[in-house]
């Protein structure tokens, strides 16, 4: 699922299920975050991102059959 995928607060922000205002608070940081703090945020996404590749997903299963 997403906590999988995310690091909360490194590369995106999890949210409280059902929770629009922890959801509003979440994108009110993301708004407000200096430029550089959002590139590094931006670069942790993209990295992480790259583990879920189809290209990995494939080696991964190759390995298990």
Known sequence: GPA???DDGVNGYLCKREDINDL????RAII???TKV???Y???SKTNVEKYSIDNI???WKAIL
Not at 24 to 27: E, P, Q
């Open 4 to 6: 999988e995928m995310v």
């Open 24 to 27: 509003a608070n979440k994108l």
């Open 32 to 34: 407000m975050m200096e």
């Open 38 to 40: 959002y590139i590094d």
């Open 42 to 44: 931006c670069a942790a």
């Open 58 to 60: 494939v080696l991964k």
